[in-house]
């Protein structure tokens, strides 16, 4: 079963601080994305990766960055954590040309303090 | 570009009634729609898929049409159950190398 998994389910962090999302897909996929997800906000996209070491910023991407190393494996960086990026935060993967079919993972609840 | 309404939710309905959630959305070239679902606690899911106007998607009692007069779509399914309280959300197709966008998502309710 293709899985898309996320490092933690929910954290808890201080504001300031660096925090590390984590992101691993086992289907072998190039396209990568980050969204963040808000009451009434919908998803919104942060940062999308179509290739390892390659990556395009969405529609809100200030505050935060991202690193691909490996094509398994997609990271979302806070690098000074604030309150206002309190967020359920969601990533996916699809092959590409069919990035409509993304496969997501269960999301991380994150809480900055 | 194109761009992407999404019906209001929540949604509360009883078991069995019937459910529509619309979609209106701006296209440029031929119309076609996805609709993923999120389940309570969960990341989303594709649920499937509308292409042309004569051409409906359907899957686990849900079917995705779409009306060229109004150029919108709309997901239905004739008698839901309480198992499919969820967020439902429509998403155009991604042109090129882009990431899909999403409606604001519609949240439904349904009560035994």
């Known amino acids: 079963d293709v899985k898309v998994t996320q490092s933690s389910r929910y954290l808890v962090k201080r504001t300031g601080e660096k925090v590390f999302l984590e992101c691993v897909q086992d289907m072998d996929h190039e396209n990568m994305f980050w969204y963040r997800q808000d009451p009434g906000l919908g998803l919104r996209l942060i940062y999308f990766s179509y290739d390892v070491k390659m990556k395009e910023k969405g529609d809100i991407p200030e505050g935060y960055s991202v690193s691909r190393e490996k094509k398994e494996r997609f990271s979302l960086i806070l690098e000074s954590a604030s309150t206002n990026q309190t967020s359920m935060y969601l990533c996916a993967s699809s092959l590409p040309g069919q990035g409509a079919k993304a496969f997501f993972g269960q999301g991380t609840r994150l809480t900055v303090v | ?112």
């Open chain 2, 1 to 112: 570009g194109d761009s992407v309404t999404q019906m209001e939710g929540p949604v509360t309905l009883s078991e069995e009634a019937f459910l529509t959630i619309n979609c209106t959305y701006t296209a440029t070239g031929y119309p076609s729609l996805f609709w993923y679902v999120q389940y309570p606690g969960e990341g989303l899911q594709l649920l499937l898929k509308a292409t042309k106007a004569d051409d409906k998607g359907s899957n686990k009692g849900f079917e995705a049409t779409y009306r060229k007069e109004t150029t919108s779509f709309h997901l239905e399914k004739g008698s839901v159950q309480v198992s499919d309280s969820a967020v439902y959300f429509c998403a155009p197709p991604p042109k090129g190398r882009r990431a899909l966008t999403f409606g604001s998502g519609t949240r439904l309710q349904v009560q035994p």
